[in-house]
């Protein structure tokens, strides 16, 4: 599976993770986890949630508020998911065996 | 609780929400609304006035790239639509130039106060000047539509009445809203 995933994408994905969520939840929850950088409208937001449903790595689901729309990562959308953590797992040790992190000012509390 | 000021604003995201293609609009519109009125809410509990001028303005430079995007990819196919005969607002290319024209126009004043401090725009400037430009455009795709014959008199007309709220609005001719 070769899927490109964009910054918001990924970010949505994430939040996906762990449970179902409607778009406010969604929209909430990329901006913690980028802590602030990525604040989706809700014109981008629903353009990706669109394109991701179109492709199949979320759906919707029903969800505690009847009035929202819900979604949920599906089989595909976690493996999309996986795949793009796992790049990101790579690229941050081929980064420290290059001593790269350190050069750049970047300070890994946590090794991987 | 929603003010009335909170609740106009929802309203009036609602008209932006209205140039999406149809389907979309269907499938996505009443969520989208949702969104940026909680966000409202959140904008207005903890930065009033200035943290709700900046959700403002993301939110107009938002609806510009995803309105462009969304009519592009409808018109591509990405999806089938099939729009009603009395649905004038959708799936028309003029709204992407509209809204690029009226990106096109805040630039000048963007980029001007770059330059030179006489130019002095607050978020608020661009927020009110691309809301009255966005409707009048609309105002004039549509009436130029209805009123075939009459285009370049609802033109000049709309066009007057843009330099008299412009005029109004910086220096106040009939009312004190000019600074």
Redesign the interface.
């Known amino acids: 599976m070769d899927i490109s995933l964009s910054n918001s994408e990924f970010y949505i994905l994430l939040s996906l993770a762990i449970r179902s969520r409607h778009g406010y939840e969604i929209m909430g929850q990329v901006e913690q986890d980028s802590h602030g950088r990525i604040r989706l409208g809700p014109g981008t937001l629903y353009g990706s949630i669109k394109r991701m449903l179109e492709s199949g790595l979320i759906e919707e689901v029903p969800g505690d508020n009847p009035r929202r729309k819900y979604y949920a990562l599906t089989e595909k959308g976690r493996t999309a998911l996986a795949l793009e953590l796992e790049r990101y797992k790579d690229t941050v040790q081929l980064a420290r065996r290059e001593n790269l992190l350190d050069s750049f000012g970047f300070f890994a509390a946590t090794p991987l | 609780m929603t003010s009335p000021k909170q609740s106009f604003a929802v309203k009036l995201y609602g008209y932006i929400v209205r140039l999406y293609p149809r389907q979309?609009r269907e499938?996505?519109g009443e969520?989208?609304?949702?969104?940026?009125s909680?966000?409202l809410d959140d904008a207005a509990a903890s930065g009033g006035r200035f943290a709700t001028q900046r959700l403002w303005f993301?939110?107009i430079?938002?609806?510009m790239?995803?309105?462009i995007?969304?009519h592009y990819e409808y018109r591509e196919g990405?999806?089938a639509m099939q729009p009603k005969n009395n649905d004038i607002l959708a799936h028309n290319k003029v709204f992407m130039y509209l809204v690029l024209a009226v990106l096109g126009v805040l630039l000048v004043p963007l980029i001007a106060m770059q330059f030179s401090e006489d130019v002095d725009w607050s978020l608020f400037d661009f927020v009110i000047m691309g809301g009255l430009l966005m409707g009048l455009g609309t105002a004039f795709v549509i009436a130029a539509r209805v009123f075939r014959r009459n285009r370049l008199l609802i033109g000049i007309a709309l066009g007057l009445f843009l330099l008299y709220v412009w005029a109004e609005l910086a220096v106040g001719i009939f009312s004190n809203f000019g600074s």
């Open positions: 979309y499938e996505f969520e989208m609304e949702y969104v940026f909680r966000s993301r939110t430079l938002d609806s790239t995803s309105l995007r969304q990405a999806i």
